[in-house]
């Protein structure tokens, strides 16, 4: 079992930055793909960004490429996500999650997932 918990969320003017971290723990992390999600209000739960716990592939999804960076520091257990050039509807809240099978992408099938931490972008 996965357990994640998120930080680093908070209010921001668009145009500004935020990281977001994501603390893991279980010993089969090095299994599992970690990713961001986000569900802004009304909204469906959707995919940001993942990484492999062991290798070098990221994953992003369309509206956040060359804004958002997912990393990873393993000797922490910690997966970051850098947000840059922040839009109003980046507003959501961010969880992050684990998914040892099946594409990333796809927000089914994730699990260990955190309370969330709420970013909000004023314009």
Same mark, same amino acid.
């Given at each position: 079992?996965?357990?994640?918990?998120?930080?680093?969320?908070?209010?921001?003017?668009?145009?500004?930055?935020?990281?977001?971290?994501?603390?893991?723990?279980?010993?089969?992390?090095?299994?599992?793909?970690?990713?961001?999600?986000?569900?802004?209000?009304?909204?469906?739960?959707?995919?940001? %960004? @993942?990484?492999?716990?062991?290798?070098? !592939?990221?994953?992003?999804?369309?509206?956040?490429? &060359?804004?958002? $960076?997912?990393?990873?520091?393993?000797?922490?257990?910690?997966?970051?996500?850098?947000?840059?050039?922040?839009?109003?509807?980046?507003?959501?809240?961010?969880?992050? %999650? @684990?998914?040892?099978?099946?594409?990333? !992408?796809?927000?089914?099938?994730?699990?260990?997932? &955190?309370?969330? $931490?709420?970013?909000?972008?004023?314009?």
């Amino acid at each position: 079992q996965v357990q994640l918990v998120e930080s680093g969320g908070g209010l921001v003017q668009a145009g500004g930055s935020l990281r977001l971290s994501c603390v893991t723990s279980g010993r089969t992390v090095s299994n599992y793909n970690i990713a961001w999600l986000r569900q802004a209000p009304g909204k469906e739960r959707e995919f940001v %960004a @993942a990484i492999p716990w062991s290798g070098r !592939n990221t994953y992003y999804a369309d509206s956040v490429k &060359g804004r958002f $960076t997912i990393s990873r520091d393993n000797a922490k257990n910690t997966i970051y996500l850098q947000m840059n050039s922040l839009k109003p509807e980046d507003t959501a809240v961010y969880y992050c %999650a @684990a998914k040892m099978y099946g594409l990333v !992408n796809i927000v089914s099938g994730y699990n260990g997932w &955190g309370q969330g $931490t709420q970013v909000t972008v004023s314009s």
